[in-house]
């Protein structure tokens, strides 16, 4: 038991204390530790953490179509997914290209395959060809996925009497999957990208759904973010800026009019209310002259920016004030030993 609770703790309070208190200790080894090893050593368990979840995923994915559970056929097409990636990024460069290093005593001949190949006129073909010498060879942009394509057309070459070499490009491990239309490459912008975008789009009604559950008028705060929410959407469509300012302002008259009368409860004073609000409105237009843009706080356009940067920015750094104190007590937990689930409890 000491080695399963005791130890696991007493290193994970001392790594814990370190990193968080070596951010204000002024000692080179301390700072080289939180800097260098600290962000090295998360690393490598995060390495192993998306292992386990690989595994995780096949292991949940395999149980649910043993014992077809709801929804079993997609999980098929989850682990036949994975497994294709897997494949495209591990087990084949799926990116291979062939250079014509001379084209020997029958250049025209070689000029015709490379014709037939690439698509390009005769007349141009010969004209690659004849660029060819020992310093500068022919790199075909065509991308073979697998090798025996590419020895295939490589064949084809030597037939006619060309020096041609099969390049596994590129050479360095891993960077064919970055390597333009190389298998990895293909799946993810043919078939990973497609994907998200739909998943994107389907989300999309139910952002709209959601938004419509939590615009619903109960309470002062949700009217805010409802009218809030309406302002920002109106001001960043094309829409917005041809809406005046004036109108915004009579519609605030209208909503100030609603706001009264829900105060006080009383006619007179609504009706009062709204009438001078328009008659006051109206005469600032008058004397204005009306400009789609003036007064600045009613413009859709820029009440949106003020909305996003001000509001916006202080909520978005009171949720993150937020979070940076939820993460030192969690912290703060682990260190002292309260927190004990990453060893099982």
Do not use: C
Not at 184 to 209: D, G, I, K, R, Y
Request: hydrophobic content about 50%; proline content about 3%; charged content about 15%.
């Amino acid at each position: 038991m000491f080695w399963k609770r005791q130890i696991p703790i007493a290193i994970v309070a001392l790594v814990g204390t370190l990193t968080l208190f070596g951010w204000f200790v002024d000692q080179p080894d301390i700072k080289s530790f939180v800097n260098d090893d600290a962000t090295q050593w998360y690393d490598i368990l995060a390495s192993f953490a998306i292992f386990l979840g690989a595994l995780n995923l096949l292991k949940l994915q395999s149980q649910k179509i043993i014992k077809q559970k709801k929804g079993w056929q997609y999980s098929i097409f989850a682990i036949l997914g994975f497994a294709f990636a897997f494949y495209a990024g591990f087990l084949t460069r799926g990116a291979y290209t062939v250079n014509i290093n001379n084209a020997g005593e029958n250049p025209d001949a070689v000029a015709q395959v490379l014709a037939n190949d690439t698509g390009a006129e005769l007349e141009g073909a010969k004209i690659m060809v004849g660029m060819i010498d020992g310093g500068s060879p022919l790199m075909l942009e065509k991308v073979h996925w697998y090798e025996k394509s590419a020895n295939e057309l490589a064949q084809k070459y030597s037939e006619q009497g060309a020096v041609v070499e099969v390049i596994p490009e590129p050479q360095s491990g891993g960077a064919h999957l970055t390597k333009t239309d190389s298998l990895f490459n293909w799946m993810f912008f043919q078939v990973f990208t497609p994907l998200s975008a739909t998943m994107f789009a389907l989300l999309a009604f139910l952002v709209a759904s959601a938004s419509y559950r939590a615009f619903r008028i109960r309470n002062f705060e949700a009217t805010l973010l409802l009218v809030a929410g309406i302002i920002i959407m109106i001001g960043r469509v094309p829409i917005g800026s041809k809406i005046s300012s004036w109108f915004v302002l009579y519609v605030f008259v209208l909503l100030l009019g609603v706001m009264v009368n829900t105060w006080k409860k009383n006619r007179i004073i609504t009706f009062g209310t709204v009438g001078l609000g328009l008659a006051i409105v109206t005469i600032f237009g008058i004397i204005m002259g009306w400009p789609i843009d003036k007064p600045a706080f009613a413009y859709l356009p820029k009440l949106q920016d003020w909305i996003y940067l001000v509001p916006n920015v202080a909520g978005a750094r009171a949720i993150m004030i937020g979070i940076g104190i939820g993460t030192f007590a969690t912290s703060m937990r682990y260190i002292l030993g309260i927190e004990k689930s990453y060893i099982g409890e």
